[in-house]
């Protein structure tokens, strides 16, 4: 804070000897003083805590701090056939959403195991250890997922009906109806552990 204590002596005695003008020079250099002070101050908040609880919800800027990693990610996990059309920060501390291409249904299932080992394997070289526990701090959002599902004969959409309720196909709401009634028999499937249910609570975007 050297230059500030330099900056900050003319203030003190400048009044008694330039009147006017000593006044003016006073404020501004007690307004560049306190700036400089303000910078100094963040850039070493930046510097000693970027990995502090910090959200960075879809944040521009985050993923240019690990910029080899994710490369090799994107690169690497579509050299085996998951292709990523979307990998992005999301509401959390070190909380990325990646979106996998579509595919029918084994294949998809196959990718999502493909891709959680793949980016462990990729980040051990980086010295990243991603983990995809639900929730490894109550007090912050954790880790999950969420499946996109059509339905198409080749030629149409067979969810959609542009006279139904909601643009709804009958098929549509079949559909739905029997995931819905079928839920709680899935949940081991959605929720395989106890980890899994904590995070089952309000508040952090969870099906509650």
Known sequence: MFIYAVLMLPVTLAP???GIAGLVY???????????????????????????????????????????FFEA?????????????????ETGPGVYEAAILFSEAL?????????KTGAKEIGSRFGIMPSFMAKWNQHLPGCSGHIHQSMSDGKKNLFYDGKGK????????????????????LAPMYWPTINSYKRLVDGFWAPV
Do not use: C, P
Not at 75 to 85: I, K, N, Q
Not at 166 to 185: C, H, P, R
């Open 26 to 68: 006073a404020t501004a250099a007690f307004v560049l003083g306190a700036l400089f002070v303000l910078a100094s101050v963040l850039v070493w908040f930046d510097k000693t805590d970027r990995s502090a609880k910090r959200m960075f919800g879809y944040s521009i800027l985050r993923q240019s701090q690990n910029q080899g």
């Open 73 to 89: 990610l994107l690169t690497e996990l579509r050299a085996f056939g998951v292709t990523l059309e979307g990998l992005h920060t």
């Open 166 to 185: 909601n643009s709804m196909s009958k098929l549509f709401e079949s559909y739905l109806a029997g995931q819905v009634a079928g839920l709680m028999e």
């Open 16 to 18: 008694y000897f330039l």
């Open 107 to 115: 294949e998809s299932a196959d990718r999502a195991i493909l891709f």
